[in-house]
């Protein structure tokens, strides 16, 4: 089955069986990856083993767009059609590609938090008005509290690639036998 990530610009190749639909016997095996504005085909050909080879080029990924995806799979042979299986892929961004930022949302918002903060120190209004415009900003009590609201977000987000990564969690659990 397609891998639940990819990498835009990195080859794809693995090879798959649909039981009752032999690519020897006609059946073609595709993907259609989509989200709400961007669509993806990706079609096997033959593997002559009895398998479907699923192969997409470098060139190929490369021009996919990062984002998360839905995919189904289906055989298709003359005029039939049947749907095989559904799941959901990421494509990542190729970083050798071209230059970006890439850091989390919760990251990005983060730094700007601090940045916010760090200039407040020497302005003291918060508020003013203009004939009859005015303009508010985020107070410093509001914005420690932002702060600290993202930077709880970014520690569970490091936890969590953490453990996906499979290194063990910093939390200590401490148990006392009473007996």
Avoid: C
Avoid at 22 to 29: K, M, R, V, Y
Avoid at 84 to 104: E, H, L, M, Q, Y
Avoid at 151 to 170: C, T, V
């Amino acid at each position: 089955m397609l891998p639940k990530q990819i990498t835009a610009g990195d080859t794809i190749s693995f090879t798959e069986s649909v039981s009752g639909y032999a690519p020897e016997d006609g059946w073609a095996l595709s993907y259609t990856l989509v989200t709400a504005t961007k669509k993806i085909e990706i079609t096997s050909s033959d593997n002559g083993d009895g398998l479907h080879l699923v192969a997409e080029t470098a060139a190929n990924t490369a021009l996919y767009a990062p984002d998360d995806y839905n995919w189904q799979s289906y055989v298709t042979k003359a005029a039939e059609r049947f749907s095989v299986a559904t799941g959901a892929v990421t494509i990542k961004p190729n970083f050798a590609g071209s230059a970006r930022d890439a850091r989390s949302h919760v990251k990005k918002t983060l730094d700007a938090i601090e940045s916010l903060i760090e200039g407040k120190a020497g302005k003291d209004v918060d508020s003013y008005s203009i004939q009859g415009r005015s303009l508010s900003k985020m107070n410093i009590t509001e914005l420690l509290e932002w702060r600290d609201k993202y930077k709880r977000e970014l520690a569970q987000l490091e936890k969590e690639a953490d453990l996906a990564a499979g290194i063990g969690s910093s939390n200590k659990v401490y148990t006392r036998l009473v007996v």
